[in-house]
């Protein structure tokens, strides 16, 4: 996997995820939603997931797809609790 998760932050499994009937990927970070994903990217990720190693793999998959959502202003996860 490289050096993509210096400071190891997917450890603590940021991201979840929950697939529908019709196999839309509903992404969470910290329990808020933050991506939608729908027709063939949906089954493109779906296919890595199911490839995916162990967690921290998926992990990166989703960190990954749902690209640069965060801007420095978000709370810290304590908020969210």
Do not use: H, P
């Given at each position: 996997?490289?050096?993509?998760?210096?400071?190891?932050?997917?450890?603590?499994e940021?991201f979840?995820?929950?697939?529908?009937?019709?196999?839309?990927?509903?992404?969470?970070?910290?329990?808020?939603?933050?991506?939608?994903?729908?027709?063939?990217?949906?089954?493109?990720?779906?296919?890595?997931?199911?490839?995916?190693?162990?967690?921290?793999?998926?992990?990166?998959?989703?960190?990954?797809?749902?690209?640069?959502?965060?801007?420095?202003?978000?709370?810290?996860?304590?908020?969210?609790?």
């Amino acid at each position: 996997m490289g050096n993509f998760d210096k400071r190891n932050r997917l450890e603590d499994e940021v991201f979840t995820y929950r697939i529908s009937k019709n196999n839309t990927i509903f992404i969470d970070w910290y329990g808020k939603q933050v991506k939608i994903i729908k027709g063939k990217e949906a089954e493109k990720l779906l296919t890595k997931i199911t490839q995916a190693e162990n967690e921290k793999e998926i992990q990166l998959l989703l960190a990954k797809v749902t690209g640069n959502f965060k801007r420095g202003n978000e709370k810290s996860k304590s908020y969210y609790d």
